[in-house]
């Protein structure tokens, strides 16, 4: 008997080169894109790969919804009430940890990692890890500008985990 995911035709595909990040296809989706004012100039351009993403997966600028919390930390919570409203396909969660001098750095990141993996679970809504785990500044800058923008491919993932879960459900 074949489940309603084995028997999708989209996302769960891929595997079969049929669907990858290159056709994926968007333009009825809905992305809710949440980002940190901490790192704000960081953040921003990993958003901007974000939009590049989307728009190549024909995502309209009007199915676009974008909000902004203070920190990491706030992410998986500000995720559940976005999830909880029911208006997006798929959530991306962006933002972007620098290790400090103390342990700060491994609690937010370990607790936002999997509060946003919660989320995702008990919702049904896919909401993608866009959180950058960094050592330092130029590990930053190496991951959210040029041709290794992290952005580009959260968009992507998105759109591919919103399509598995209309698939789905
Ligand atoms: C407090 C803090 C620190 C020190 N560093 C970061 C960071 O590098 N990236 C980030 O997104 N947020 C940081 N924050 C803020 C916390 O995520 C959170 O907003 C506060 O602890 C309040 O809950």
């Given at each position: ?75 998986p919570m500000a995720?559940r ?89």
């Open positions: 008997v074949q489940t309603p995911l084995l028997s999708s035709k989209t996302a769960l595909q891929a595997a079969d080169s049929d669907v990858s990040f290159d056709n994926l296809d968007g333009s009825q989706m809905r992305i809710g894109i949440i980002k940190t004012r901490w790192n704000e100039e960081h953040v921003n351009n990993l958003v901007a790969g974000i939009k590049k993403g989307l728009k190549e997966c024909k995502v309209s600028d009007t199915n676009i919804f974008e909000t902004s919390v203070p920190g990491s930390f706030e992410l995720a009430f976005l999830a909880l409203t029911g208006t997006c396909d798929a959530i991306i969660t962006t933002g972007v940890l620098i290790k400090g001098d103390t342990m700060h750095f491994e609690f937010i990141a370990d607790a936002v990692a999997k509060g946003i993996m919660n989320i995702g679970l008990q919702t049904s809504t896919p909401v993608v890890f866009g959180v950058l785990t960094c050592q330092n500044e130029q590990q930053v800058k190496d991951r959210s500008t040029g041709d290794n923008n992290h952005g580009y491919d959260w968009g992507k993932t998105a759109v591919e985990m919103a399509l598995l879960r209309t698939e789905a459900l």
